[in-house]
């Protein structure tokens, strides 16, 4: 009788307390009558497995480590063979029948980062002091648990994170001559600096090529760049100090644990630069821009009447009335593709309309230097800056615009 009160307490005060780490604890009592002395106990597998600093487990070709906390938390993760990182789940522990208990994992823990996994319970048959005997529910395949040290677990760790260091540097060359090769450099209030491409010859010989407008032209440069995969926290792209407005650089670097590319100077951010998102925004979200004169290349300067870039569909460039001359409103119908590798966007028309009547005579050739600009086979770089303009930049020459 002593003993069932016992159990009956012991369930009360399971049921009270939080993180008792199994789903219906009145199991470990309820056959207390027909089953076994001997039989597996849920509560003395929990005991266990929190006493252990961490357990190893092999699987698949990876070995999995695991802390297990009282209230029912388990934090699991890998060796080397799996970069991504430590998850926090939570565990229960029943059991089936007298000679088995099954642990689960809620999320499957780390396992989840195998391909194609379809574990997350172990069926453990048995334990004793050098480790649980267990076997995965879906593929019956041994999954046994062996007692590590936190030492091991450390060791285990720092060889996986050699291992991300060395395959994000092997990545970081990929990522910069794509995703990451062109791009802005931006000041801590937002206004844009310089644009900048990353090139790699066949023969690893890196470059940088920088362009930013100063005394009303584009300026460009280009430095060569030494690259340096030393270091463990960083692939550093070094250079040559350069001055642009007033700012020096000589170097950007390619942090390894973030993924982002910044700059050796504090004030100064890099943001990555899509040609395809200014395309995206001017053929389904574009409002109307205004060449603006006061900032505008010396070459653009005379051009009569004003120049819109309007939001009509198809976009054109509009070409408004202006005195002196015999056309009222012209329209170069546009269209526009991008090329993200470069940064660049092609700008190209299909016709000119006369939508108020009129000719447009030498229209043509009044604006030609212009339109040679945004029509030319090179493209263009468009951005946009903190103070709401659209710029408007040549890639090789020195002109440019800006639209309001």
């Known amino acids: 009788m002593m003993k069932n009160i016992t159990y009956i307490v012991s369930t009360i005060c399971c049921l009270l307390l939080s993180g008792c780490g199994m ?4 199991k470990d009592w309820e056959n207390e009558g027909t089953m076994s002395e001997s039989r597996l106990r849920p509560s003395e597998v929990k005991a266990m497995l929190n006493e252990a600093e961490v357990w190893k487990m092999s699987y698949q070709g990876t070995t999995f480590f695991f802390q297990f906390e009282e209230d029912g938390k388990v934090r699991s993760q890998t060796d080397k063979t799996i970069l991504q ?6 565990y229960i522990l029943d059991f089936q029948g007298e000679k088995t208990v099954l642990l689960t994992l809620d999320d499957g823990g780390a396992l989840q980062f195998l391909p194609n996994n379809q574990e997350k319970t172990f069926v453990i048959t048995g334990y004793d002091a050098s480790g649980i005997t267990a076997k995965g529910l879906v593929s019956g395949a041994d999954m046994n648990f062996i007692p590590a040290s936190a030492a091991e677990l450390q060791s285990a760790l720092e060889e996986k994170r050699q291992a991300i260091i060395a395959y994000n540097k092997e990545q970081s060359i990929i990522l910069l001559k794509t995703e990451l090769n062109n791009g802005l450099l931006r000041d801590d209030a937002g206004a844009v600096v310089a644009r900048y491409t990353l ?5 690893s010989q890196w470059s940088i090529a920088w362009a930013w407008l100063e005394d009303g032209k584009v300026k460009h440069l280009d430095s060569a760049i030494t690259l340096d995969m030393t270091s463990e926290e960083s692939t550093i792209l070094a250079m040559d100090q350069v001055t642009i407005q007033g700012i020096s650089l000589s170097k950007l670097l390619y942090v390894l644990d973030s993924g982002k590319l910044i700059t050796d100077n ?9 040609a395809s998102d200014w395309v995206n925004t001017y053929t389904t979200a574009w409002h109307t821009h205004v060449l603006d004169r006061d900032n505008i290349h010396e070459a653009f300067a005379g051009l009569p009447g004003q120049v819109e870039f309007d ?3 198809p976009r054109n460039i509009v070409i408004c009335p202006a005195d002196g001359y015999s056309w009222w409103y012209v329209f170069f119908v546009m269209g526009a593709s991008a090329d993200d590798t470069q940064g660049r966007v092609y700008l190209t028309t299909s016709g000119i309309n006369m939508m108020f009547g009129g000719t447009p005579e030498n229209v043509e050739e009044v604006y030609r230097s212009f339109l040679d600009f945004c029509l030319s086979p090179e493209g263009v770089w468009i951005y946009s800056d903190a103070d709401g303009y659209t710029y408007v930049i040549s890639p090789n020459n020195d002109k440019w615009f800006r639209m309001k």
């Open 23 to 26: 789903t219906e604890p009145w």
């Open 85 to 90: 990182g430590a998850v926090e789940s939570k």
């Open 199 to 203: 090139s790699c010859t066949d023969d």
């Open 266 to 274: 504090a004030a100064i951010s890099v943001e990555l630069y899509k």
């Open 311 to 313: 939001d009509r569909s």
